[in-house]
T-cell receptor
């Protein structure tokens, strides 16, 4: 059974700092991996989607990497801003049986002005 | 496009009552998903549809839960009878061509069962 873990559960950093969020998964047979952002009281917003054949994806100040063999993905946020404060979730796309995502428990990020 | 629309945004009900949550996916999306989010269990997939047909309902917790998608623009998740442990935020999401494409989430329905 695929398990997805995100460490740390919570993180506070000063504005301007570069930071890395981690996502680990137990079964490397994944289809893709997606990073989401969730603001309090709102739904999830997709940030980046990495196919299993890719090593990384970039969007603006965000860079996500994927290492299937080690079961790890990282989300790098450059020059963090208070507006980046949110919960970040990774989701692993499975292909065994029906296709679906298994979500991690999230990292709650607070960027201090 | 207005995005995925869910109603109601908040629902408070008494134990034993029937609850119906509603979702309108993004027009043209073939897949619709229902998720539940709690502090204890995180975000869990309950059921998803492809072209209005249920594909995987293995996450539906028990027979008290049922979901329908009568047409491409509307889906319901019903809980009957509701219990306090059903209290959670329920999200609807949709994707375009595949269940592992980018998923677009609605704002969620916060359900409280007293």
């Amino acid at each position: 059974k695929q398990e997805v873990t995100q460490i740390p559960a919570a993180l506070s950093v000063p504005e301007g700092e570069n930071l890395v969020l981690n996502c680990s998964f137990t079964d490397s047979a994944i289809y893709n991996l997606q990073w989401f952002r969730q603001d309090p009281g709102k739904g999830l917003t997709s940030l980046l989607l990495i196919q299993s054949s890719q090593r990384e994806q970039t969007s603006g100040r965000l860079n996500a990497s994927l290492d299937k063999s080690s079961g790890r993905s990282t989300l790098y946020i450059a020059a963090s801003q208070p507006g980046d404060s949110a919960t970040y979730l990774c989701a692993v796309g499975l292909t065994s049986g029906t296709y679906k995502y298994i979500f991690g428990t999230g990292t709650r990020l607070k960027v201090l002005a | 496009d207005a995005g995925v629309i869910q109603s109601p945004r908040h629902e408070v009900t008494e134990m034993g009552q029937e609850v119906t949550l509603r979702c309108k996916p993004i027009s043209g999306h073939d897949y619709l998903f229902w998720y539940r989010q709690t502090m204890m269990r995180g975000l869990e997939l309950l059921i998803y549809f492809n072209n209005n047909v249920p594909i995987d309902d293995s996450g539906m917790p028990e027979d008290r839960f049922s979901a329908k998608m009568p047409n491409a623009s509307f889906s319901t998740l019903k809980i009957q009878p509701s219990e306090p442990r059903d209290s959670a935020v329920y999200f609807c999401a949709s994707s375009f061509l595949a269940p592992t494409d980018t998923q677009y989430f609605g704002p969620g329905t916060r359900l409280t069962v007293l």
